[in-house]
């Protein structure tokens, strides 16, 4: 059972949660070309070791999450607001 | 020439480069032991119940490889069509069986459409209760498909292909690709270099890793699967069952103990194990799909890495640099197509071209357009 640091909730665990993906990924601007749209919606690093990721608290406060954590140990190593910073 | 990764695909590859090119000069390199990815994790279903032509047909060409396979290896790779049965619990389901049903018998594969009392005759242990939370409407039956041995199919294609003067080289794990001007020219190994005209990929699993090596970023997200038997029973389930309203499937293997499988857990993983919850989805699908499992005790559960390619269909083809080839991003699906995967893979590198049973799964098909989305809901890694 992963154990997630909710910023607003605290910690819970993973069944209130869904992951929602590669958090490395921002949304192309009105202008990007072909290439760049590939890039942001098919192709990922895919890591092997720290992920930064986005979880949504879907059965607790709702909130959008993002987290960093390893892929071989799922060892979780941080927790940020959506739109905070992880290396903080 | 040198393939990566000794589990059924690679074996298969090697085994049909010697026997249909002509190629035996071919090393096969596994940094673990021969089978012991995800070949000898999965929940040994083979089917080739596809929509969409290109998936189709490939499957189908396994489905017919299969059923020739113990007697081409001269190994006993225990394939039993003992049926593929996809239950459904709604009209809305039954139309979307019925329309894959009838693209399957356009395409050459046999489906059966049944009703709720054929299934019940077939499978009395499911739930036929007026209590039953999901309602058991009718199914859509493979009865082609069904099981095969997994360990025994890696050991089956790695003798015959021994025996057609293939290297298998275990314990030998690729740390790094030696490309000149563009071109693939051999393998660092964590046994020393291996210089190689042709390099092919089959590491499903950690196809990104691989490719990671050579510069390529591949749409594919890597994910744990989980599988888990029970105690051994006296025989109870003559089929493979799968349960449409949540996620479930089973099989009972030889030895008595009913496999069962779902879905991946969600997040990235390299663990080879994944995690509680999900194991108590399947289940608890399981036992509202046949209550005679409630008192059953599992043995044993296990976790595997899929590659999980953002269409949910494989990768089979040729990469940006020349003469490496990939073998990956089979989501949930790669050990029914292992056969057939091999096949086409062995064409692709003895041509340097695709077969036109694999032309459509190209690594480009991403960029292009050219999905292969049997679900319709791409894109997103959690499909297959």
Redesign the interface.
């Known amino acids: 059972?992963?154990l997630i640091k909710c910023p607003w909730c605290g910690q819970r665990?993973?069944?209130e949660f869904?992951?929602g993906?590669?958090a490395t990924k921002i949304y192309p601007k009105d202008d990007a070309t072909?290439?760049e749209w590939?890039?942001f919606?098919?192709?990922?690093?895919?890591p092997?070791g720290a992920?930064d990721?986005y979880w949504h608290h879907v059965a607790g406060c709702r909130q959008w999450l993002k987290l960093r954590?390893d892929?071989?140990?799922?060892d979780i190593l941080a927790t940020a607001p959506a739109d905070g910073d992880l290396d903080i | 020439m040198v393939i990566i990764g000794g589990g059924g695909h690679g074996l298969a590859t090697a085994y049909y480069l010697a026997k249909l090119h002509g190629i035996a000069n071919v090393a096969v390199l596994e940094k673990g032991w021969l089978g012991g990815g995800n070949t000898g994790r999965n929940t040994t279903i083979v089917r080739s119940n596809y929509m969409l032509p290109a998936n189709a047909h490939l499957y189908e060409h396994s489905m017919k490889l299969w059923e020739g396979l113990s007697q081409d290896l001269n190994f006993n790779v225990m394939f039993s069509q003992r049926g593929v049965l996809n239950l459904y619990h709604s009209k809305a389901q039954a139309d979307a069986f019925a329309r894959r049903g009838n693209a399957m018998r356009l395409n050459g594969i046999d489906a059966v459409m049944l009703s709720r009392n054929e299934v019940r005759k077939m499978v009395p242990e499911l739930d036929f209760s007026d209590r039953a939370r999901f309602p058991i409407n009718g199914g859509l039956l493979q009865l082609r498909g069904g099981t095969a041995r997994h360990d025994a199919v890696a050991w089956g294609y790695a003798r015959a292909a021994d025996q057609r003067g293939v290297d298998i080289i275990q314990n030998c794990e690729v740390t790094g690709f030696v490309i000149e001007k563009g071109r693939v020219a051999g393998v660092e190994t964590t046994r020393g270099k291996i210089a190689a005209g042709k390099v092919a990929m089959a590491v499903a699993g950690h196809s990104?890793?691989l490719a990671r090596k050579a510069g390529l970023?591949?749409?594919?997200?890597?994910h744990v699967l989980q599988a888990m038997v029970s105690e051994p029973l006296k025989p109870l389930l003559d089929t493979v069952v799968t349960f449409g309203a949540g996620h479930f499937y089973v099989s009972q293997s030889d030895k008595g103990g009913l496999v069962f499988g779902g879905d991946i857990d969600?997040?990235?993983?390299?663990?080879q194990r994944g995690?509680?919850?999900m194991l108590e989805h399947v289940v608890s699908a399981g036992v509202s799909m046949m209550p005679c499992l409630s008192r059953l005790r599992m043995l044993r559960s296990w976790g595997g890495i899929v590659d999980m390619s953002?269409d949910g269909s494989p990768i089979i083809g040729k990469t940006p640099i020349d003469g490496l080839y990939i073998n990956g991003g089979w989501c949930y699906g790669g050990f029914k197509a292992t056969p057939g995967s091999g096949w086409v893979y062995a064409h692709t590198i003895a041509n340097d071209a695709p077969h036109r049973l694999n032309q459509a799964f190209t690594l480009e098909r991403?960029?292009n357009g050219r999905l292969i989305d049997e679900r319709g809901a791409g894109?997103n890694?959690a499909l297959h």
């Open positions: 059972m992963l665990d993973m069944i869904t992951h993906g590669d072909a290439q590939h890039e919606v098919y192709l990922r690093d895919n092997r992920h990721e954590r892929t071989t140990t799922h | 990104g890793q970023t591949l749409p594919i997200e890597s969600g997040y990235n993983s390299y663990a995690n509680l919850p953002m991403f960029a894109a890694p």
